[in-house]
């Protein structure tokens, strides 16, 4: 993952954050990790931080969320934010697949599964900082089975080509490399967790997996 690029693309990513069709499903995501008051709720990737008035919302009062992200740029972006600042919110710089903290109650990926070289050893760290009977969630853009989905599915070939550098495979689509990635933290969640689910939104073109890490594994 190049920290330069997203430097250079954290304004952008900033202003895609704040489009109104994104809060429902930020709001989903957050419902996912069975959040209560009190809680401390780590989001791994957390870029501009737009995810984090859902998760302050869930865990307060007393609560605590943790924005961790490798890019300073995108956190200097998030802090630019009054409604993503404030008493029980702290920003980290630091690697997402080696995340320093542990004995958290949930961790949170939105859109970042795909960029990582060995996404499933990412979500093992996840899974490893959570307190047992806590909650593990990964949003991530797919391509869609409906009908109507083929010129949304070529478009989504470039976005990853824009959006998530490195991800393409000899021989391969940067979407087919994109997915494979996504496709292995989801599996690495299913085996990490019980009481899993899994939703869908926006046509199928996004989708939510939550686990719950069972004690003697995390």
Partial sequence: MSGTFY???ATVYDRVDRLPGLRSWRASAADALGLSPGDTVVEMGAGTGA????????VAPGGRV????ITAQMLRAARRHSDR????IDYLRGDATRPPVRGVDAV?????AGIFPDPAAAVDAWCDCVAP????ALLNFQRSDAVLGAPLNLAFEGFVRLSAPGTRLSGGSHADAFEERVAAARRRLTERTVDRRYETFG???LGLVSGTVPDGTG
């Fill in 66 to 69: 943790v924005g961790l992200d």
């Fill in 203 to 205: 046509g199928g073109y």
């Fill in 51 to 58: 995810n984090v008035p859902e998760l302050r919302e869930r």
């Fill in 108 to 112: 949170l990926g939105t859109f970042v």
């Fill in 7 to 9: 430097e250079r693309w």
């Fill in 133 to 136: 009977g806590g909650r593990v």
């Fill in 85 to 88: 600042t404030g008493v029980g």
